[in-house]
């Protein structure tokens, strides 16, 4: 997010919502917006699909055909161009690249935009009427936008509709996007990702040093714990195609195939192709699942032996901090010790270092701190979670975690009284600063940004600008703004670069003694002098420089975004005119195909529905947490299909007949009809929460004895469709087709 829900419910006029269904999947949040439709008489606009809970607070609610989003915002575009309506001051001065959307637009006519999306034309211009006319809006989205193979593109051409409106850096606007789970923001941030280091820092020679350094080991000993250098610079396997790396049965770009698999906190079942999944688990050597429940990933196996179940205990048995969707931090106090045997996530990982012999090293950073300008280790041992705390607040610059210190983060939690819920602004004791800290949060003595890109506030009061991280320039134009955007308060008019060693003097117009010249780090990420950040901070200076926003990606495969046809596309007709990619090589260590799925042959003929997944309000993720309950599985008793009534009586299916439901891979579920309006009878809903049955196979006997949830189902994602986002590789949950049979 880059601001947060007490900024929506204080400052929006209209709230965009694409691709999300917050009455379900986050009520609390979405209470946010109902109020400020009652403060601020904030219009509530829901695109989606299906007929949400959502939708049914919306003022405007737009149905659009899954995996057209790019589309309809260019055909938003188109009009807002059309009329001058675009905030022209902020492009000019902010936006890099803005000229070939401009383009692009002029293509989405209203007429095309309807007949790719399926939204009337005349909902189209009404919208985007309203968007002209009401600032600031929100926008606000979650996975019905990433969930696709154009899922980059989609998560880019919002922010550029925010950028042309003028909505960035202000508030009331901005692009809050909801995230997941409680702590999905922190466990990006702390690198549960296959292609980069905390924090995001890259696979390259100099992220890698610099962490030796900040963990008090040597560089070389990190490189031999890998098969051979290279593979320390080359992504993992993701967690969406790890399976291909057991199978290999097509090509993969690794040194051997996977033999062992390690599961700890995610449901087996939540990634698409999960019969590949289970065909993966056959083949391992080794299994190990550590976490507080029977993971369905020792169920929907065959497999007989070398597994292990390892219990770990609940977030109410341990503490630390965990990050929310808004960049805030907060600390978690312990309610109760372990119970049983159940150990602590982190305590199975100091065992696991402890086995595998590099426990020591492991453990090391917690006992340093910087003396001198220098990591060194300062004490025997360490104390549990606060010295984790520290060390991430010591080394991750890239996000600003500086002032994430322990101490700092169980002050917000023990004086949450203090804080203002609408502008997170603390007072008493916590005067100057903002609840959590949200990131970034420079130092020890920075109050955290809630609102990013903030020029008409210091840095040093939570301001910016946009990041500088793509150089200076781009085919001989500028990415630095003039001096029309110059930070509040700040020394330099107008941009400036990101804080470097070498130009550190001549951007800030100082001069480093000769003490500090050899303290100092290369750059502002990997400085642990603090030289470049206290500087800085004399200046009012973001250490990540002052840019322009770049609309133009041009390290991507589309530049601009485009829309592009889903893989399995409804509307064969389209494929010509909007392919998807080329087929990629190796992507996270695999190949993926995209244009030669796609023109195979005319999915749609054979597989004539569409095919949409959903939350329901009592299951998360894979399920197996609720599903254990006795009560909450009682709402949802199980698996089932939301289906219009018109498109079952095709198939002669009554309202509570079992159906089969059939995916262009060949795979197949059995699940029960439920009649409802909220889809139209081209496509039908599936909430993505069950496991325990496989292609009609219930997998009962293998839960050990006494396990077993009280509801078991079918997994959506034996049928979500082959597909795969071109850079993140996120699979296409949402825009897939199927073949219903009755069964
Ligand atoms: N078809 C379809 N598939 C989807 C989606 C969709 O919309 N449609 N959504 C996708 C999204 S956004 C996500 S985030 C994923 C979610 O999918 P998962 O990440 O698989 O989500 P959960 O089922 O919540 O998995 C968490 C697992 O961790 C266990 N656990 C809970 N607490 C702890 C703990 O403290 N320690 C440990 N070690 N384990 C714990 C739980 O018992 C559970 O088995 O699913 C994805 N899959
Ligand atoms: N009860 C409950 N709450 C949860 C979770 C849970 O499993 N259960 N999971 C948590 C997690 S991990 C996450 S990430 C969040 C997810 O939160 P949400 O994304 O809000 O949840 P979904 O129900 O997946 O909603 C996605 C919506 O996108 C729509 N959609 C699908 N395809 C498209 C498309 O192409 N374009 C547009 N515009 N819309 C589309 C779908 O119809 C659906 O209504 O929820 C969190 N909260
Ligand atoms: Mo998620």
């Not at 109050?447 to 500088?468: A, E, H, Q």
Request: with cysteine.
């Amino acid at each position: 997010m880059t601001n947060h829900f007490g900024d929506v419910v204080g400052h929006s006029k209209a709230i965009l919502m694409i691709g999300a269904n917050s009455a379900v999947a986050n009520p609390i949040g979405f209470k946010h917006f109902l109020q400020a439709k009652d403060r601020n008489n904030a219009k509530l606009i829901v695109v989606d699909p299906v007929y949400t809970k959502s939708a049914a607070k919306a003022d405007h609610y737009l149905r659009i055909r899954t995996g057209t989003d790019v589309a309809f915002i260019y055909g938003l575009l188109h009009i807002i161009f059309k009329n001058g309506w675009e905030d022209k001051e902020f492009i000019d001065s902010r936006v890099y690249g803005m000229d070939e959307i401009r383009e692009e637009a002029k293509k989405w006519t209203p007429e095309e935009t309807q007949n790719v999306t399926g939204i009337p034309a005349e909902k189209i211009i009404q919208l985007a009427t309203l968007l002209a006319k009401t600032k600031p809006t929100t926008v606000v989205w979650a996975l019905g936008i990433t969930q696709h193979s154009t899922g980059t593109s989609n998560t880019r051409i919002l922010p550029i509709l925010q950028l042309v409106l003028g909505n960035m850096g202000k508030k009331g606007g901005g692009t809050n996007i909801i995230r997941g789970h409680d702590n999905v923001q922190g466990s990006t941030d702390m690198c549960c990702l296959a292609d980069s280091l905390s924090g995001y820092y890259g696979l390259g020679e100099a992220s890698w040093r610099y962490y030796a350094k900040a963990w008090g080991v040597d560089f070389d000993w990190l490189q031999k714990r890998f098969h051979s250098p290279k593979w320390m610079h080359e992504k993992g396997f993701s967690l969406a195609k790890w399976w291909q790396g057991v199978l290999q049965e097509e090509k993969t770009y690794s040194s051997s195939p996977i033999r062992a698999l390690w599961v700890q906190g995610t449901g087996i079942t939540s990634m698409a192709q999960t019969a590949k999944v289970q065909e993966a688990l056959d083949k391992l050597d080794l299994l190990v699942v550590a976490e507080p429940f029977v993971n369905e990933a020792a169920v929907i196996t065959s497999k007989t032996d070398n597994i292990y179940i390892l219990p770990v205990c609940t977030q109410f048995e341990t503490e630390g901090s965990v990050t929310a969707t808004n960049r805030s931090s907060q600390w978690r106090s312990k309610v109760v010790d372990p119970l049983y045997e159940s150990k602590t996530d982190h305590d199975v990982m100091f065992e696991f270092a402890k086995k595998f012999g590099f426990y020591d090293e492991y453990v090391k950073a917690m006992k340093m701190d910087i003396v001198d300008g220098e990591p060194k280790v300062v004490k025997d041992s360490f104390i549990w979670p606060d010295d984790a705390a520290n060390e991430l607040a010591r080394t991750i610059k890239t996000i600003g975690l500086g002032g994430w210190t322990a101490k700092r983060l169980r002050e917000h939690q023990e004086n949450w009284h203090l804080f203002d819920p609408l502008t997170l602004k603390g007072s008493g004791k916590m005067k100057g600063q903002y609840y959590g800290l949200p990131w970034p949060c420079w130092d020890t003595k920075h109050p955290g940004s809630p609102i990013l890109y903030d020029v008409t506030t210091p840095v040093s009061k939570g301001g910016m600008g946009f990041r500088n991280r793509f150089g200076l320039e781009h085919e001989g134009v500028s990415q630095l703004p003039d001096e029309r955007v110059t930070v509040k308060g700040s020394k330099i008019k107008g941009g400036y670069p990101e804080i470097t060693k070498d130009n550190i003097e001549k951007v800030l117009g100082i001069t480093l003694t000769k003490e500090e010249k050899i303290k100092i780090g290369a750059n502002w990420k990997v400085d642990f002098s603090g030289i470049i950040q206290e500087k800085c901070n004399e200046a009012e200076v973001c250490v990540y420089g002052n840019a322009k926003a770049r609309a133009k990606v041009w390290t991507f495969p589309d530049p601009i975004p485009k829309h592009r046809e889903p893989i399995h596309s409804p509307r064969h007709d389209l494929v010509q005119k909007y392919p998807t990619y080329e087929d990629q090589k190796n992507n996270f260590r695999v190949d993926v195909r995209f244009k030669s799925e796609q023109t195979a042959q005319d999915w749609s003929k054979e597989f004539p529905t569409m095919l949409v997944t959903m939350r329901v309000v009592n299951l998360s993720g894979a399920g197996m947490l609720e599903r254990t309950s006795k009560y909450l599985s009682h709402i949802t008793p199980e698996m089932f299909a939301n289906i219009n009534p018109e498109l079952a009586a095709d198939y002669g299916i009554r309202n509570g007949d079992m159906m089969w439901l059939h995916s262009p891979q060949g795979t197949k579920i059995k699940v029960k009809a439920i009649y409802s309006h909220s889809v139209t009878p081209d496509r039908i809903c599936l909430p993505y929460n069950f496991a325990g049955v496989m292609q009609g196979v219930d997998m009962s006997a293998n839960y050990p004895e006494g396990t077993k949830p009280y509801t078991i189902g079918e997994s959506s994602n034996t049928i979500t469709n082959y597909g795969f986002d071109i850079i993140t590789q996120i699979p296409e949950f949402n825009a897939g087709l199927c073949k219903i049979e009755r069964a």
